[in-house]
T-cell receptor, first 109, second 115 residues
Framework: GQNIDQPTEMTATEGAIVQINCTYQTSGFNGLFWYQQHAGEAPTFLSYNVLDGLEEKGRFSSFLSRSKGYSYLLLKELQMKDSASYLCATMDSNYQLIWGAGTKLIIKP | IAGITQAPTSQILAAGRRMTLRCTQDMRHNAMYWYRQDLGLGLRLIHYSNTAGTTGKGEVPDGYSVSRANTDDFPLTLASAVPSQTSVYFC??????????????FGEGSRLTVL
């Protein structure tokens, strides 16, 4: 079956670094996405990985290992506004997105 | 209008009533989607449309119908609402399906409560 696992909740301190992990099992693979969703708002696109390795975009980086079915989102220099849910999603062989339940990130001063 | 607009933003509905959630995009995207989001679960695809005039069933299509008469509009209809359809509904679009990053652009969501 198809499955995506990510932690339900994480807590980190302002200014620190946090890594949110995502493991997946899907029928075929056409890329992995990370989205950010603030409470009561719509998800917004953060990153897309289709090849192994690290993609860096400002304070956010996303890593993919296709052989391990594993990805992580790395957030540096955490700010209070980074408090949100982070959604991991993979695109399967039918180009359909399979979503994880999301990781709620709480930033403390 | 810039992006995707959903209406209504919130609605309380009696069970058995018919309800249509509206979705309009002005980005000329070919693909459009309807998801529902429930606490503790990932976004689940209800229906999708790869291009105007075509629609397809997603993961949880029962009790819902859609139409795609033109590129911009993609309404979702609940023919006879039931309490299990209480959820937040998101409409989304992308300029391709299976090409490029496939980045989705989401509307602000419609919070539906069925009593």
């Amino acid at each position: 079956g198809q499955n995506i696992d990510q932690p339900t909740e994480m807590t980190a301190t302002e200014g620190a670094i946090v890594q949110i992990n995502c493991t997946y099992q899907t029928s075929g693979f056409n890329g992995l996405f990370w989205y950010q969703q603030h409470a009561g708002e719509a998800p917004t696109f953060l990153s897309y990985n289709v090849l192994d390795g690290l993609e860096e975009k400002g304070r956010f980086s996303s890593f993919l290992s296709r052989s391990k079915g594993y990805s992580y989102l790395l957030l540096k220099e955490l700010q209070m506004k980074d408090s949100a849910s982070y959604l991991c999603a993979t695109m399967d062989s039918n180009y359909q997105l399979i979503w994880g339940a999301g990781t709620k990130l709480i930033i403390k001063p | 209008i810039a992006g995707i607009t959903q209406a209504p933003t919130s609605q309380i509905l009696a069970a058995g009533r018919r309800m249509t959630l509206r979705c309009t995009q002005d980005m000329r995207h070919n693909a459009m989607y309807w998801y529902r989001q429930d606490l503790g679960l990932g976004l689940r695809l209800i229906h999708y449309s790869n291009t105007a005039g075509t629609t397809g069933k997603g993961e949880v299509p029962d009790g819902y119908s859609v139409s795609r008469a033109n590129t911009d509009d993609f309404p979702l209809t609940l023919a006879s609402a039931v309490p299990s359809q209480t959820s937040v509904y998101f409409c989304a679009s992308s300029d391709s399906r299976g090409l490029g990053t496939g980045e989705l652009f989401f509307g602000e969501g419609s919070r539906l409560t069925v009593l």
